[in-house]
Each structure stands twice: as C-alpha cells, then as structure tokens.
C-alpha cells in the first residue's frame, strides 16, 4: 500500500513547511524582540529574545508533522463516520469564541479560544470538518446534486449554516475560503454551474454584510479602493504600502536572506499574513518562482489523487483539500500584491500560526492517505490511455512526414 503513496507530494509539503520555519528565523528577529521586551516589562518573561517566534514555530511544525503521520496511516474512510461528530465540535468550538473568558481577544475578531495554555483559531479547523462532512453529504446526494430543489437548496442552507459564524467573527479569509472550498466540491459532485454561480451570490448578500459591519473591514475595503489617498496610505492602507514597498525592493534576486529592511517594524505581522511579501524582498522574484512552482505541483498532485481515488468519498475529500489549499494560496498571495483586500489568510505551510499549520499537515496526511488507495485500474487505465495517446501522436507525425 505504501507503494503507491504520492512521494512528490509528500515531499513537497516537507520542504514548503522547513522553508516556511527558516523564513520565520529571518523575519522574525524584530517582532520577537518587541514582544518579548513588553513581556519583560509586564514580568511575564526574564529575558528579551530575538527567536520566540522561531521556537513557538518549531513547536509547531514538530506537532504538525505528528498530526500528518497520524492521518497519513489511518484509513481515510474513517473520517466518514466521524464526519457529523467532528463538524459538530468545531461548530461548538466556534460558538465559545464568543463567551468572554474562553476567547483569546487577538487583533479586533473574535477567532482564537483559549484552552489551557494554548490558543486555537476554531475556523482552521471548520475548513477540514466543512470537507468531511459536505463529502459525506454530496455522495449520499449524488442523483440529486444538479436539482434546484433538492439539491442547490439544501446545499445553500448548509453552506449558510457552516459560514455564519465565521461571518460574525468576523473572518473575511477564513470566510471566502470555506464558501470556495464548498463550491468547488458542490460543482465536481455534480452541481450545475448556473446553481454554483447563484450558490456565490447567495454567500456573498448573506456573509458579507455581517463582515463588512465592522469598521475595521471596511477600513480595510477602503485602503484597497483607495491606495493613491495620502491619508489612508498612511493609516490603514499602512500595511499594503510597506508590502508593496517589500515586494518592488527585492527585484529579481532580492537583497538576501535574512537583510530585510522592511520587517524591522515596518511591515506589520510580518512573520504571518505579509510574509510573502518579506520573502520577496529577500529572496526576489526568480527564487519566488521555486516556491510557487511547488505550491503548483502540489495542487496538480492534489487534483490526480482525487480523480484516481477509489471511491466518491475519497474524491470529494482530497478536491476539497487541495482547493483549500489552492485558494488559501492564491488570497494571501493577492493581498501582498494589491490585487485584494487585506483578509488575515495565511500561507499555507510558510506563515506562522499554529491551528492553521496543524490543521493544513493533517489534512495532508488525509490526501496522502487517500493517495495510497489509488486503485490499480485506474493507474493502469490512465497509463494505457497515455500510451494510446503517444501513438497516436507519433502515427500523425509520420503522416505528415
């Protein structure tokens, strides 16, 4: 069985995750040092460090990698038992951000919970249970999926119900995540596209109103429609501006690894949401190509092992998982470059944050896990057809020789 594992993808997702941990050691530096100095003055910590960040990224990767071996060897079909219990936690999760004395008042949303000594951003892992259990549902669905009535109907209702509480977080990212994660496996189940056309518009009258009713966001809409007015370049479009600033500095080969000028408190969250923008300026534009060449490989590879999956289940699963993974990408790298506003997404592997890198490893594992179930007919089907394609080709040659 281990055999017929994706092994490119695997090591893949190994090598964007150790990349991800030597970024966070470069850009870092100064935001450790600033946090662990107001820590310092509140007596919480007896020295100032210039790597918090990098050991809390460790933990995090050590925990991850942990949570992608577990899920790679468990049978992937038993998630589709625990589909209903797994989304009903998160949901439970999801309602506790509220209760004062269990959430983690973080930036201005309402996502993190506190659970013990840690803290954990509940929608992370809404995203993984959302695929489990919109599998589970499409499949049992199949004859009815391209109906209006019985199938866009109750899909709209249970998109609604699964996002409205990242709505009133509010979680633009993790939002617009979940809705294309949904619609993109609602249109491979079967889904018409006029259905998946009309499935967004309903998401957007019903979320973004919610979202858009604090300030904040529609600071953040403002800076993106408005980047040229001196006023909010210097207030709350802040952050573009320095990571438009960061991206245009590196060029075509960046000014090194480690000599950012702009993550010395110039661009805000560096290590996390604008971290792109901070590798661009180290590494440049042609050593960013690597980077994205992979992401790409990996969603290709993600795509093959849903289309040679054993079962509807398997297929449903590991799309979703590589179009979160493919959306998520896309966001974040947008945000850095002005092409959309600022949503708080992560990118994927590479960012710091612990429930997304936790939740992003095990999901993995689950692709990968479902990777190795390919059935033998399938993989022989698709060589032959690629053999008859090759012979086709090469008779058409001779024939026009």
């Not at 992937?76 to 959430?103: C, D, S």
């Not at 901070?278 to 093959?304: D, H, K, N, P, Q």
Request: charged share 10%; aromatic share 12%.
């Amino acid at each position: 069985m281990f055999n017929r594992m994706d092994l490119l993808l695997l090591g893949i997702t190994i090598v964007l995750t150790l990349f991800g941990l030597a970024m966070i050691a470069s850009v870092s530096v100064f935001e450790s040092y600033q946090l662990t100095e107001r820590l310092m003055s509140q007596g919480v910590r007896e020295a100032s460090s210039n790597s918090f960040y990098l050991w809390r990224s460790f933990m995090h990767v050590l925990a991850g990698l942990c949570a992608m071996g577990i899920t790679m060897v468990i049978p992937y079909r038993l998630w589709e038992r625990l589909a209903l219990p797994i989304f009903a936690i998160t949901l439970l999760l999801l309602v506790a951000v509220f209760m004062p004395g269990l959430r983690a008042d973080y930036g201005t949303a309402y996502s993190w919970l506190h659970i013990g000594s840690f803290s954990v951003q509940p929608s992370e892992f809404l995203k993984l249970s959302v695929i489990f259990y919109l599998a589970v549902w499409l499949q049992k669905r199949e004859q009815l999926i391209g109906t209006l009535k019985e199938g866009f109907m109750p899909f709209a209702i249970l998109l609604t119900l699964s996002t409205m509480l990242v709505a009133f977080q509010p979680d633009l990212g993790s939002f617009l995540v979940i809705s294309g994660i949904a619609t993109v496996m609602f249109f491979v189940a079967g889904g018409n596209i006029l259905h998946v056309i009309l499935g967004g518009a309903i998401a957007a009258i019903m979320g973004l109103p919610l979202i858009l009713s604090q300030e904040y966001v529609r600071n953040r809409f403002a800076a993106f429609f408005q980047p040229n007015n001196p006023d909010i370049a210097e207030t709350i479009g802040f952050q573009i501006k320095q990571a438009l600033i960061a991206v245009g500095s590196g060029g075509a080969f960046g000014v090194g690894y480690g000599k950012s000028i702009q993550k010395f408190g110039y661009l805000p969250e560096v290590q996390a949401d604008a971290i792109f923008a901070a590798m661009a300026e180290e590494l440049g534009f042609m050593r960013l190509l690597i980077i994205l060449t992979l992401f790409s490989v990996y969603v290709y590879r993600g795509f093959r092992i849903a289309q040679d999956a054993p079962d509807r289940f398997g297929t449903l699963v590991a799309t979703g998982i590589t179009t979160w993974i493919a959306i998520q990408t896309l966001i974040n790298i947008s945000v850095n470059l002005a092409l959309f506003p600022l949503t708080g997404v992560t990118l994927p592997f590479i960012s710091y944050g612990g429930s997304s890198l936790l939740s992003l490893l095990a999901a993995t594992g689950i692709l990968l896990n479902i990777s190795m179930y390919s059935t033998q007919e399938s993989v022989s089907t698709r060589r032959a057809k690629r053999r008859s394609l090759q012979r086709l080709i090469k008779r058409r040659v001779r024939l026009a020789s």
